[in-house]
Structure formats: structure tokens, C-alpha cells
């Protein structure tokens, strides 16, 4: 019996620990960041394979990088692209794809560190320095004084006149 109350008191701890925290605001922070990023990474994709790959494949004079592959499967003629390798059902390793998946991960880094960068820059020019006041120092021991002290608490020298 003791046995059961001690792991219904464990469950419901477990439990609560873990309703307190996915009810934290960093949890919802951090599904929207995941959304977002989801959202964004079709975007990039779209980029690399829509914008990017062609130009790379025109300066490469037509080479198309998903039909970089390498047949695996033995004793058959290697098909002309990649989309045909797999109709036929053929084992390939795509190193193609890894490529372009490569590009776009670079890509979405270089974005990525662009708009940091513009936040950061933004953030800088909107937020105001907080100048800091330099202390007054006694001009013979160099201790710090206040603003409207006419002595220095630490030598008793005369500050008054300066």
C-alpha cells in the first residue's frame, strides 16, 4: 500500500512538473521559433532548388545535381538520371541530393546570420548608451567623493574650490 501511494505521488509530481513546464513561456517561445523555422526553411529550399541549382547547373554547363548518383545495385546498366534509377526500383546512393542539402543548410546560415546581424545593428542604434557617471575623486588621495562634499571623507583635504 505504501508502495502505491509513493508512486502516485511520484506520477502526479512527474505530472505537474511537466504541465508547469510546458505551461513556461520559453516552451511556447520555442514552438513558434520551430514553426517559423519550418516555414522558413521551405523558403530557402524553394531558393536552393528554384534560383540557386540552376545557376550552379549553368555553370556547370547542365549538370543537374540530383541526378548525381551512384548505382548500387549490381549487374544493370546505370539509367540516365536518378528519377529513373529509382522507377526501376534500382539501389542508389543520391550523393546529389547531399549536395544541394549542403547548399541549402549554408544558405539558410548566411540568412539566417544576415538578419542576426540587422537585428543586432538595429538594436544598437535604438538603444540609447547609459553614460556612466565617472565618481568625483579627492585631488590628494584620489578617494571617492561626493558630488557636493566640500571635504574628502578619507584625507579631510579641502575639495571645496575645485
Known sequence: MADAKQAGKKAKGFIGEFREFISRGNVMDLAV????????????????????MPLISLLTKGINFADWFILLTPGVEKPATLAAAQELGYSVLSYGNFIAAIINFLIMAIVIFCIVKAINTLNAKISKPVEEKKPRLCPYCKGEVDEKATRCPHCTSDIEGR
Open 33 to 52: 521559433g520551430v514553426i517559423i523555422g519550418a516555414a522558413f526553411q521551405a523558403i530557402v529550399k524553394s531558393l536552393v532548388d528554384d534560383i540557386i
